[in-house]
């Protein structure tokens, strides 16, 4: 998109704030979407996990300069009749790549859980500036 | 089921505590846990609406009690290139109808919005006691 | 309260629905609410926790027909300057105690993490009915 | 900070990333939370407000890199006996204004709905690089 002519909230931001900036701080906004929005949900089904990767797909791809969207869930689900045996979703169970884009930049952000850190980092794998 | 034999929680209840009672408690838990869970998630795909109903649907499912469940979501979905456009669930949204079943009890429960209340209510529409 | 004077949704239940059913119906949308609401929130201080305990308590007051509650949260909050070491509410971390009023009956309620089921659960711990 | 000592999170993002960089994804990170945490929460208590204003800038800064959180909630709360009349947060009722911090970059960044987009925007303020 050419942000000159379609981005209405540009004005708002400091004339400090380069394309860069912007395609950064959209990848940092639609991650902590993510983690925040979809955390608590419970799961029992495994065809359950299939639909909630597209969900939280189109999710990250409504909000503003979101090119890309990749969502994998990787959660055991209990099996046995105890009604109880059901597992939700937490932000360790998700790994999620985004691509965000703003003029001719390009950010690639991902979230993911890191064993060594056990933590689910949200960080940036690269960032692309065409001319 | 029969309650007696495969609910591991059920000596936690006081004794007064009847099948009856328990149907509904689930039924509270279940539209209380739909409305704080799913608001906020960003909508702009028709596809992620429907996606979002089964989803909804299985998280339901999931947790204990829950025999049927049926969502539907009813939202305006702006139409226009402005990437600010899109909207985000809310409660009034919704039109949910869950059936619980404890024992030989079971209870039919909805969550719609009420225009002439101006609020999204969660009320019993039947509780069926069998012999 | 007076049910018939200042419950302006009563015509929407069933009316095989008594005082009693609304009232525990009412204590499960709290503990729903409770429960999806408010994981998830970041938490690295003592003076977080108690803040966070009262405005749950706040908001299960909010809705209708609950006349108390009571909120304790237990976590463990890490210590050192390791910027990724923080915690995040889960509901196995709650301990909360609420009462509903629908006419003359009151139910209360509970919602604690029981070692035994490994699980976070909403159960009823008494039912009063008054003449 | 010296983000090289005490960052262990570092080697995990492109070495395309600048310092810049990184307090304006963590910025991105902070406002992504506070709009999809705290969304739906029950409202009927001026004091409660208050409260919930402190617990969200707490919750921002238990977050890495964050190093100042200012929150203020304007909402109206209905008055009157109507047990329905509470309200529920909005992003729209946030005004939030935070200041992520990484090696020698501060970035200032801001929540806020702005009429003139009816949009709850999140958008950068200033961004200062220290000497």
Do not use: C, W
């Amino acid at each position: 998109m050419d942000e000159h002519s379609s981005d209405p909230a540009k004005i708002y931001f400091s004339p400090k704030v380069s394309n860069r900036d912007r395609a950064v701080f959209e990848a940092g906004i639609a991650l902590g979407m993510v983690i925040h929005q979809f955390m608590g949900i419970p799961i029992k089904f495994e065809e359950e996990v299939k639909l909630l990767e597209k969900v939280i797909e189109y999710a990250i791809l409504s909000q503003p300069f979101k090119s890309e969207a990749k969502v994998s869930i990787s959660i055991d689900i209990p099996k046995d009749d105890n009604p109880y045996r059901y597992t939700t979703l937490r932000s360790r169970n998700l790994d999620v790549t985004i691509v965000t884009s703003y003029g001719k930049t390009k950010v690639k952000a991902r979230l993911r859980y890191i064993p060594e850190l056990d933590y689910t980092l949200a960080y940036i794998e690269d960032i692309i500036e065409e001319e």
